[in-house]
Every structure is written in structure tokens, then in C-alpha cells.
């Protein structure tokens, strides 16, 4: 029988996962990346970003990181390096095309949206239906068109398509006669350049989430007290100055299926019900008990920077960041070399920033738009069928079965949508779930089932990230959500030595490892450096590339010229 062909938009951490998974399945996948390069948004960030979780946390379930990185959280180099040598240990290269941009995807085949099934019959692969994607080779500037059988969409939510705020019409950057640039265009630039951009600019940055952070410490760096730069921004999210609040690890208090017994679920029984009721002040206490840990490390009350929020609610919607103490922030908060400036709204004038509150006026030679990505926008534009695009951006958050499918696309699944604690553990297990579907392991429920589920998670995220709940997080609920889809793919979702392990110890990406043969291979880095993972020892050279011109081993897509 003629394998089953399978696109997958992206060649960042979903689309690597997704394209490993489609072979290990025996489908024939095509990866098609818009840039020269896998990694997606790893393959450049600005120059201070690292990881902002431990290593343990962010890594394959069959892929672990070598022992020769040592950093616990991982510079951004070392995480691309990690990805390249992912791709060169499954062999991902010869299915990945680079400066391929996919211009969008069209379905063509029956389809109602009164079907009670997914795909009308079920079947993830039904006779008829095929997508067709349109994909431009950006060096040649040529469109061809690949038809398929199904597609993985992995095109990252947070790239490629800013969120820039409206202005009302002549308070908007068109009267700014400075720079006004989104952070996208300054993390992209060299690190020199970057640090070229900013020198001797007074720079206002709009927005602190992580990239508005670590964009006012370079800029700190480079200006120092002289020409400070200014955050103008709405909120304050709690940072976390280690992993381990007061000597516990925050795993324990947060990532362990006891600490996730505090939280009401969707879809919960009673008991369950009771239990995270009756527990709800050990929550409180556990929420207060980090709250103190990170105000004794870092002096928010001194800048009127302390959360409104709870740090557990701040956890629960993956909102807030990594700021390892000892830290140059807020010493340069001390030294005058970073400002803030909190205020909800906020307009451009010839010369800066005007705040509407009190009209303070701020001047700047540069803005930074550090306000983060429109990524449900670029998702909704890859369908041709605005039907399919309604059916994403239709309601608050992009609602998905399983954070995977939607129930009334068909021959379709979206991974890297939702956000969580590790997203490269999560991306995992979505693919392995999707390919899963799509052998045969398991079939969808009816649309009307997979609807009232999406509806008992939006439930759940309304409740546990408020104002932040269209960005899905399951930050809260990560091992109950691997659960579900353990239980779907029929592996067992208890994944420790024993009752006590399972209710206490943290869960990580390796405790879902399904194949430890994986292991034991020899695993290389594209800078030429060899390593062995978990002390096994060699020597050699081997060099990983992915190279644009390589064609897809034993394709047999349709391909037309358009
Ligand atoms: C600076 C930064 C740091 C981060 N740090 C962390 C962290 O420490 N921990 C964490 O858990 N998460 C972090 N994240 C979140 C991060 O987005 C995920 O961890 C993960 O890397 C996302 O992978 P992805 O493959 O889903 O998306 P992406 O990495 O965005 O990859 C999507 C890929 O699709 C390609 N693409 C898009 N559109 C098209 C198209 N039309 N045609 C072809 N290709 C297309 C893009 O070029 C890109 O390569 C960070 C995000 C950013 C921006
Ligand atoms: N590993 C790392 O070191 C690292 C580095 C950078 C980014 N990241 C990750 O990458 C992702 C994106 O981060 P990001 O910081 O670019 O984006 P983000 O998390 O979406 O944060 C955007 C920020 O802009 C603000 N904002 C949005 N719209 C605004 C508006 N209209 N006016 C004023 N402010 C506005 C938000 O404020 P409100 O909070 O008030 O909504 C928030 O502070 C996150 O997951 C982040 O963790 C990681």
C-alpha cells in the first residue's frame, strides 16, 4: 500500500517532533520551512535569551540532552545545537525543505460542517479528501503545489507575525519622528548590530514580558545610567529568581501530581471536585509561600512591581519568566539605567511616548514594541477556505480537541497552539498522539463530544488564567492533559515506580520516553563537536547539515506548477 503523505508547516521543535513521529510511523512526511534554517524560533533570539526552565525539563522524551552541556538552562546556541543534532540523530534532513514558505493550504474533498464525525466517516484518512499546499521557494521565487493526504500545522505562535497596538488616527507611531520597531526586527538583527541600534538612543520599550525584560537589560548594558532606557508597560508578572523557593523545588510544589490534586479540572468527578476544594488554602499557602521567597530576593515592593496577581495564577497562564539571581535588573533599576513606567494606555507625540494617565511625556529615539505575536492571526491566514479560518479565530481562543484538532477540519491537526511549562515535552506528546490518530490506535470521539471537551477547557482557562486564557495554557494541568492523551493512545499514563513516586515525584519529558533503545546512540553537534549522551565516551569528528538543496528520499507527492 503507498505510504500516506503528510505536510508538516514549520521545522521549529513541533515540526522536528512531528516529522521524527510520521517516520517512525511509516508515513512519508515533507517538512516545509520558510527559513534557511530549522529551529524556528531558537534559531535566533536576542543575545542574553536562555532557557527558562531546566534543561530536564525541556528535552525530547527520546532525546536527552548530552552530558558535554553542563548549563542548566542552556544558551540559545546550545538549545539550536540540541535541535540540529535531533534532526541529524532521526535523519529529519532529507524531509525538510528550507525557504519554503507555505502561501496557504486548500482542501479539496467532501466536507459538511453537519458531520457528526470528524473527516464525515472518522477515519483520519478517508478516500477522497487531500489538501493541497501551496508552497514558494523563496530563492526561486517559484509556487508548486503539493497535494497530500493530511497536514501538521507547527508554524509556531510566537513569530513571524507582530502584534502591534492600534493608536487612534494621529497618536499612533506615524507621528513619532524616531524609530518605532517591534522586537521581532531587533532580535533578528547580529548581537553587535543590536547593540549598535541602541547605543547612545534613548530607547522607551513598550510591553515586559520576557522579551521586553531582556531587551531593557541589554539596552542597560549597552546605555547605562546616561541614557536609560524606559518600560512602559500595563502589568507586573511575577519573575522567578530560582527554581527552588526557600530550598524546595518548585517541580515539587508545582509539576507532581499532588500539587496538580489543588486544581479544579475540566471534566472532573466528584471526588476530584472535593478534593481540590478542600485543599484549595494549601494552594493559597503554597502560592504565598513562593510569593515571599521571590519577594525576599528581589525588591518588587521597592518599585511598585509586586503582582496583583497570585505567582500561582501567574504559573497556571505560563506568564511568568525565568530572572536568575543574581541579575542585572535590578541593579539597574537601582543605578537609573532602566526605568518603568506603568500605565494602561499610552500614545505617540512627535518626540516619544505620551502617557494618557498623567501626561507624562517620555522621549525616545527609538521605540521597541516588545507586545509580542499574533500567532492565531498567521494560523488563520494558511487556510485558503475562510470557513476553515473562521473555525479558528471564531471564538476567544483557537478551540482544539486534545489541543490538537479541530473537530470540524478535516485531515488536519495543529501542534505548538497551547502553551505550558515545556513546550518542547508537550509538542512531544501531541505528535506522538496525532501520529497515533493517524495509524489507526485510536479513534476520535463525535464532533458534539469533542466539542463539550473544548468547552470544559475553556471553562477551566477562563477560570484558572482570566484575562490570559486565550493562550491556552495547560500550565497548570500538564500531567492530568498528558493523562488524557496517554489514555487515548492506550499507554499508560502512570508513569513512576509506585503509588507514592506517581503522587509525589515531578513528571518530566523522559518519564514518557516509549523507546530507551533511542539512548544509546551517538549523538553530534553541528559545530563539529562530538558528544555521547549519559557517559558513554568516543572520539571523531561529524558535521550536521541540513542542506536547502536536498530532495525528499522516495517522494511520491503530486507536484503541480501553479
Ligand atoms: C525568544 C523565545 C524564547 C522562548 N523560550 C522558551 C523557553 O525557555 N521555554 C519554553 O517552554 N518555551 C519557550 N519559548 C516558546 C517557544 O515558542 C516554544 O518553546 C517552541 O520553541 C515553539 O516551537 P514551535 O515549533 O511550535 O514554533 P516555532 O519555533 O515558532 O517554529 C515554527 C516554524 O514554522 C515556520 N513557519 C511559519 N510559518 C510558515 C509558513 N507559512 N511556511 C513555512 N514555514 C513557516 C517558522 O519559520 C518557524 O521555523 C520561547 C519563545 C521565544 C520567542
Ligand atoms: N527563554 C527566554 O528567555 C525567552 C525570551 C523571550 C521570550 N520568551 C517567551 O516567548 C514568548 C513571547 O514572549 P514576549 O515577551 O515576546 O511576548 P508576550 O509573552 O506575549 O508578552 C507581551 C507583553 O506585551 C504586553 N502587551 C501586549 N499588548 C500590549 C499593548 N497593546 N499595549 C501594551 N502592552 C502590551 C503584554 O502585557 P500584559 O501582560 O499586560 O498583557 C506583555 O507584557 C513567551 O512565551 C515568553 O516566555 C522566552
Known amino acids: 500500500m503507498d505510504k500516506k503523505q503528510v505536510a508538516i508547516i514549520g521545522a521549529g521543535i513541533s515540526g522536528l517532533v512531528a516529522c521524527k513521529y510520521c517516520l517512525s510511523k511509516g508515513f512519508e512526511p515533507v517538512v516545509f520551512e520558510s527559513e534557511s534554517d530549522i529551529g524556528g524560533v ?196 511575577w519573575k522567578l529568581p530560582d527554581w527552588h523557593p526557600w530550598g524546595l523545588s518548585l517541580a515539587y510544589l508545582y509539576f507532581n501530581r499532588f500539587s496538580e490534586l489543588l486544581v479544579h479540572k475540566p471534566g472532573e468527578g466528584l471526588l476530584l471536585s472535593l478534593i481540590a ?27 511598585d512591581m509586586v503582582p496583583k496577581q497570585s505567582f500561582s495564577k501567574d504559573t497556571y497562564s505560563c506568564m511568568i519568566s525565568y530572572m536568575p539571581n543574581p541579575d542585572t535588573f535590578f541593579d539597574a533599576l537601582e543605578k537609573g539605567s532602566i526605568k518603568m ?35 492565531v492571526e498567521k494560523l488563520k491566514n494558511i487556510f485558503e477556505q475562510s470557513t476553515f479560518g473562521h473555525f479558528i479565530t471564531g471564538s476567544p481562543r483557537v478551540p482544539l480537541y486534545r489541543e490538537c484538532i479541530h473537530p470540524r477540519i478535516p485531515q488536519l491537526a495543529i501542534i505548538g497552539f497551547s502553551e505550558s511549562f515545556s513546550n518542547i515535552h508537550t509538542s512531544d506528546m501531541r505528535a506522538k498522539w496525532v501520529t497515533a490518530l493517524l495509524e489507526g490506535a485510536f479513534k476520535l470521539p463525535s464532533v458534539n463530544e469533542m466539542q463539550k471537551d473544548i468547552e470544559r477547557w475553556d471553562e477551566y482557562m477562563k477560570q484558572s488564567s482570566g484575562e490570559y486564557h486565550h493562550r491556552s495554557s495547560i500550565g497548570a494541568l500538564e500531567i492530568w492533559y498528558y493523562d488524557q492523551l496517554c489514555k487515548d493512545m492506550g499507554m499508560n499514563p502512570r508513569r513512576k515506580n509506585g503509588p507514592w513516586a506517581d503522587l509525589f515525584e515531578p513528571y518530566g519529558p523522559i518519564d514518557y520516553a516509549t523507546n530507551s533503545t533511542q539512548y544509546s546512540s551517538i549523538l553530534e553537534f553541528p559545530n563539529n563537536q562530538i558528544y555521547l549522551p549519559m557517559g558513554i565516551h568516543s572520539s571523531g569528528i561529524s558535521e550536521t ?8 528520499v522516495g517522494s511520491s507527492l503530486v507536484i503541480r506548477q501553479k
Open 341 to 375: 513606567k506603568k500605565s494602561p494606555s499610552y500614545s505617540f507625540y512627535e518626540k516619544g511616548i505620551l502617557i494618557d494617565e498623567d501626561k507624562t511625556k517620555i522621549e525616545a529615539d527609538i521605540v521597541i514594541f516588545a507586545t509580542g505575536f499574533k500567532g
Open 42 to 237: 531558537w534559531a535566533k533570539t536576542i543575545k542574553t535569551t536562555r532557557l527558562q526552565q531546566p534543561k530536564t525539563q525541556y528535552q525530547f522524551s527520546d532525546f536527552p540532552w548530552p552530558s558535554t552541556v553542563t548549563d542548566v538552562f542552556p544558551t540559545q546556541k546550545q538549545i539550536h545545537d540540541y535541535l540540529h543534532s535531533y534532526a541529524k540523530h532521526f535523519d529529519l534532513a532529507p524531509y525538510i525543505k528550507l525557504h519554503s514558505k507555505v502561501k496557504g493550504i486548500s482542501y479539496d474533498g467532501p466536507w459538511s460542517e453537519k458531520w457528526s464525525l470528524w473527516n464525515g466517516t472518522v477515519e483520519a484518512f478517508p478516500p477522497q479528501g487531500k489538501w493541497n499546499v501551496a508552497v514558494e521557494n523563496l530563492q526561486s521565487s517559484t509556487t508548486q503545489v503539493y497535494t497530500v493526504d493530511f497536514v501538521i500545522v507547527c508554524l509556531g505562535r510566537f513569530k513571524d507575525v507582530p502584534n502591534i497596538p492600534e493608536f487612534p488616527k494621529g497618536k499612533g507611531p506615524e507621528v513619532f519622528q524616531g524609530q518605532a520597531i517591534h522586537s521581532m526586527k531587533y532580535a533578528a538583527m547580529d548581537n553587535d548590530k543590536a547593540a549598535e541600534f541602541v547605543k547612545g538612543k534613548k530607547v522607551v520599550i513598550i510591553g515586559f514580558g520576557k522579551t521586553g525584560l531582556d531587551i531593557a537589560r541589554e539596552c542597560a548594558s549597552v546605555n547605562g545610567p546616561e541614557i536609560p532606557c524606559t518600560v512602559v508597560y500595563r502589568r507586573d508578572h
Open 277 to 303: 476544594t478542600l485543599l484549595s488554602p494549601l494552594g493559597w499557602g503554597v502560592s504565598k509561600f513562593v510569593e515571599s521567597h521571590i519577594n525576599k530576593k528581589y525588591p518588587f515592593a521597592k518599585f
Open 545 to 552: 547539515v541540513i542542506s536547502p538543496t536536498k530532495k525528499i
